[in-house]
């Protein structure tokens, strides 16, 4: 009997340890919410004011600028004609590096004296008039990669595309069928069209 009165009194003091420290540890628990706030990279690239990321079916205009020619109707091209027509690209809103990719294609098959002859990089604040680092063209693709420095936003740019009408030594129109060109564009309103996809990729 007096056996079981020990053990029963050992219980009792255990649990009463037991819940002594669980009173004791009790005093040190607390909760905390903790949370980080970091912003995220942006991606946002506007090509002749138009948001080409977020309407990636944007149609967009090149407006083209020919060289004077008495002899020629304003605004049109002629054999020996040439000309420019600008991309406006606008990357100051985005935090990455990233690359572009330019294809350009004629849709004017029956012309192949009409090219795509070269390109320049315009930088922001370009004054018309200044000299420009002019890159021929062996294809009709432009690319670069734009790396991000971390210091400041990219800068916008224009690239600068030249065509001309090429009349020379290794030309494929004979007199012919520059004027035949021009009868069927009496007829058919036939025009000079380039097309342009542009394709831009983060680079992380």
Same mark, same amino acid.
């Given at each position: 009997?007096?056996?079981? %009165?020990? #053990?029963?009194?050992?219980? $009792?003091?255990? =649990? &009463? *340890?037991? !819940?002594?420290?669980?009173?004791?540890?009790?005093?040190?628990?607390?909760?905390?919410?903790?949370?980080?706030?970091?912003?995220?990279?942006?991606?946002?690239?506007?090509?002749?004011?138009?948001?080409?990321?977020?309407?990636?079916?944007?149609?967009?205009?090149?407006?083209?600028?020919?060289?004077?020619?008495?002899?020629?109707?304003?605004?049109?091209?002629?054999?020996?004609?040439?000309?420019?027509?600008? %991309?406006? #690209?606008?990357?100051?809103? $985005?935090?990455? =590096? &990233? *690359?572009? !990719?330019?294809?350009?294609?004629?849709?004017?098959?029956?012309?192949?004296?009409?090219?795509?002859?070269?390109?320049?990089?315009?930088?922001?604040?370009?004054?018309?008039?200044?000299?420009?680092?002019?890159?021929?063209?062996?294809?009709?693709?432009?690319?670069?990669?734009?790396?991000?420095?971390?210091?400041?936003?990219?800068?916008?740019?224009?690239?600068?595309?030249?065509?001309?009408?090429?009349?020379?030594?290794?030309?494929?129109?004979?007199?012919?069928?520059?004027?035949?060109?021009?009868?069927?564009?009496?007829?058919?309103?036939?025009?000079?069209?380039?097309?342009?996809?542009?394709?831009?990729?983060?680079?992380?």
């Amino acid at each position: 009997m007096l056996k079981k %009165i020990k #053990i029963i009194l050992v219980m $009792v003091a255990i =649990s &009463f *340890s037991l !819940s002594m420290m669980s009173n004791t540890y009790s005093r040190y628990v607390a909760n905390t919410t903790g949370s980080i706030e970091t912003p995220l990279a942006k991606w946002q690239i506007m090509v002749n004011n138009e948001d080409i990321l977020n309407n990636g079916n944007a149609s967009i205009s090149f407006t083209p600028n020919i060289e004077e020619n008495v002899n020629v109707k304003e605004n049109s091209i002629a054999p020996s004609s040439s000309g420019y027509f600008d %991309i406006n #690209i606008d990357p100051s809103n $985005v935090d990455v =590096s &990233f *690359s572009y !990719s330019i294809n350009l294609t004629i849709e004017n098959e029956n012309i192949p004296d009409l090219l795509i002859t070269k390109y320049a990089i315009l930088p922001d604040g370009y004054v018309e008039g200044d000299p420009l680092d002019i890159i021929n063209l062996e294809t009709y693709e432009i690319t670069q990669d734009m790396l991000y420095s971390g210091e400041s936003p990219f800068s916008n740019f224009t690239i600068r595309v030249f065509f001309e009408w090429y009349e020379g030594e290794n030309e494929q129109m004979d007199d012919a069928a520059d004027a035949s060109i021009g009868a069927l564009a009496a007829t058919n309103d036939t025009k000079f069209i380039v097309s342009a996809n542009i394709e831009f990729k983060q680079k992380i």
